[in-house]
């Protein structure tokens, strides 16, 4: 399955380009180092080496998914002789069976796993207050998102890099939202529907159904996954109020980091109970409000207010969160952390529900008709779109 060309290398679906040759190549008892010529140095365990073989029999042609298993091996398996070939490629002999493994330049490169490696593959969030959502908000036009790859590519880095973007001049059609979200993937389906439509009812089962103010809020903090991307397309706002907040999450978790260090500590460690109550339903969720991952980085908000139950802490930390969760709000509140906006019918608004918090206003509907038509799609289907658009484009 190796398809060894110099400049590329196919490996399932991914195409890995050519950048930098080995220059040399030599190994200890453990691990197999390469000298780059562009002068990184990457040091490759054999265990890893060998689980990555991608030969017909350790990988299956059928799904290009793998078949061996590495607890089939001794755990001290080492290689008999390794060549560097006169085409860069990294062929081994191991000591075990004798397997033959053989590793493409392009793809040993961008798997390299060196502290500095693995640091320029983290991707950083670009974190924004009202100053530079002012300036830099992403805008695009609904035709080309529809229509053109390119364009839709543009869209989902940005949607991923600022968790926030607008698409103007959109269809004032029902269930143009879904066709939207459909250009990246699946529907994320709730108890609210596939498609939900935001509009003042009788027999109201959401705050978001009625025509009172929303606090700043991610959709659906009662659920073990929140949904990734919320899309809300206005298709009427002729109601007066009902203007938008939208805040960066991750702004206002940096900002406690930096200035209320306690209080985020509290807020990253401490559970915050979720509910969301219906006929049919009933949803609960315990997590703290900023989640971070094994780095300590921020990775996700939960927080709507009106989606809450009593908090369910030890007694003496009871205080603790509660002061957390007042300081969190209040910065939520500050206006030079927020980006502010009237919605206008045409408008759709797609933002990355773990990270960014929204809110309206109350409104009025003596004075005219308010409806919101929006849908969720998780945050997996948007990363899995981006490497597939990068594979053609
Ligand atoms: C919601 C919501 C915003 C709005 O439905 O969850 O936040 O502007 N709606 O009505
Ligand atoms: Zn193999
Ligand atoms: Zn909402």
């Known amino acids: 399955m190796v398809q060894n ?19 040399s190549v030599y ?12 002068g990184d140095k990457s040091d490759y365990h054999f265990l890893w080496l060998r689980d990555n073989c991608d030969c017909d029999k350790c990988v299956t042609n059928l799904s290009k998914e793998q078949v061996f298993e590495i607890c089939d ?22 000591d075990y069976e004798g397997h033959e493994s053989s590793y493409h330049p392009a793809w040993l490169k961008q798997h390299c796993y060196s502290q500095k490696a693995r640091e320029n593959r983290i ?4 974190v924004w207050d009202k100053n530079k959502i002012d300036k830099q908000l992403p805008i695009y036009e609904y035709k080309s998102i529809m229509n053109d790859d390119k364009s839709l590519l543009s869209w989902l880095y940005d949607l991923r890099d600022f968790g926030i973007s607008k698409i103007e001049n959109v269809e004032n059609k029902l269930k143009t939202v879904q066709k939207v979200a459909e250009r990246i993937s699946f529907i994320r389906k709730t108890n609210f529907g596939t498609v939900f439509d935001v509009v003042s009812k009788a027999n109201a089962n959401s705050a978001a159904y009625t025509t009172l103010r929303l606090p700043l809020h991610t959709d659906l903090p009662t659920r073990e996954l929140q949904p990734g991307l919320q899309f809300l397309h206005c298709l009427i706002n002729d109601a007066s109020g009902g203007e938008s907040i939208f805040v960066d999450g991750f702004k206002i978790a940096e900002y406690m980091r930096d200035n209320f260090n306690d209080d985020y500590k509290a807020l990253t460690k401490l559970p915050m109970s979720f509910y969301n109550k219906d006929k049919a339903s009933d949803y609960r969720f315990d997590s703290p409000m900023i989640i971070t991952d094994h780095n300590g980085k921020i990775i996700e908000i939960r927080l709507a207010n009106f989606l809450r139950g009593p908090i369910d802490v030890p007694a003496e ?16 509140r500050d206006e ?3 980006f502010s906006y009237r919605l206008n019918a045409g408008d759709l608004i797609v933002f ?16 005219g008709d308010r409806h919101l038509q929006g849908c969720y799609v998780d945050k997996d289907e ?7 658009l990068e594979r053609e484009l």
């Open 123 to 126: 991707l950083l969030p670009k």
């Open 27 to 38: 190994y200890d008892d453990k691990t197999l180092t390469v000298d780059w010529d562009n």
């Open 382 to 388: 948007l990363l899995s779109k981006i490497r597939v």
């Open 5 to 23: 060309k110099s400049d590329y290398y196919i490996n399932g679906y991914s195409v890995y380009k050519t950048e930098f040759n080995p220059e």
């Open 336 to 338: 030079k952390f927020q």
């Open 352 to 367: 990355d529900n773990r990270r960014i918090l929204h809110s309206r206003n109350a409104f009025d509907l003596e004075s």
């Open 73 to 94: 091996v001794p755990f001290d398996i080492k290689p008999n002789s390794v060549e560097l070939t006169s085409d860069n490629m990294i062929n081994i002999i191991w």
């Open 317 to 332: 930390n009871m205080q603790i969160l509660y002061r957390a969760y007042r300081q969190f709000i209040l910065l939520t």
